[in-house]
């Protein structure tokens, strides 16, 4: 089915770890994003992008990196994890900020202990 | 410092009942003003989109309108059942900007 996939649903990190979140799209969207959303808070934004090539700090980018090197791609690298980035994280794309249809992945709960 | 706010946190109903969510924004730039639903342990799911030249749109059950004087948005829904409880965030696009602005959200409940 065509959407967005993220990778993995669930995962611990100890502190001072790193990973990287995958997310894949195949809806051929231009603009992807990563949005964190901690218990009572709303969605904040981290990174997006808005084309191969070209990303962009959202509200919440420390400690946080990214890359979008193809259309369908925009994985979100942590770098030496902390307990502050105990969180959901949500990836999610669009075609434009016109037509919206945003689609959103299923989400990644990561913890860090 | 763009800022959208959703009143009640939380909504419970009968089922049956017609009700509103609302939701306010500080900006009148604004570009676009998105309704989604999320159920509990899943993502985000797209439910209107309402361009600043429009006043309302209309989905199904579902009506949301906007009005840029006075930085309201609601989101009407009609005849309500169980299968619409979930919980419900506004968002906002600013002119010049690409950035989606999230409200906290209203969790709604609607008892059989």
């Known amino acids: 089915n065509a959407g967005v996939t993220q990778t993995p649903k669930f995962r611990i990190l100890k502190i001072g770890q790193s990973m990287t979140l995958q997310c894949a799209q195949d809806m051929n969207h231009n603009y992807m994003y990563w949005y964190r959303q901690d218990p009572g808070m709303g969605l904040k934004l981290i990174y997006y992008?808005?084309?191969?090539?070209?990303?962009d700090k959202g509200e919440v980018p420390n400690g946080y990196n990214v890359s979008r090197s193809t259309t369908e791609d925009f994985p979100l690298r942590l770098e030496l994890a902390a307990p502050s980035q105990t969180s959901v994280y949500f990836c999610?794309?669009?075609?434009?900020?016109?037509?919206?249809?945003?689609?959103f992945g299923s989400g990644t709960r990561l913890t860090v202990v | 410092k763009q800022e959208v706010t959703q009143i009640p946190a939380a909504l419970s109903v009968p089922e049956g009942e017609n009700l509103v969510l609302n939701c306010s924004f500080t900006?009148?730039?604004?570009?676009?003003l998105q309704w989604f639903r999320q159920d509990p342990g899943k993502g985000l799911t797209s439910l209107l989109l309402i361009q600043s030249s429009q006043r309302e749109q209309t989905s199904g059950r579902l009506n949301a309108s906007l009005d840029k004087s006075s930085g309201r948005s609601t989101l009407y829904i009609a005849a309500s059942q169980p299968g619409d409880s979930a919980t419900y965030l506004c968002a906002e696009i600013q002119g010049g900007s690409e950035k989606l602005v999230f409200g906290k959200g209203t969790k709604l409940t609607v008892n059989p």
């Open positions: 999610a794309s669009s075609y434009s900020r016109d037509i919206g249809g945003y689609t």
């Open positions: 900006d009148s730039a604004i570009y676009n």
């Open positions: 992008s808005v084309g191969a090539g070209i990303t």
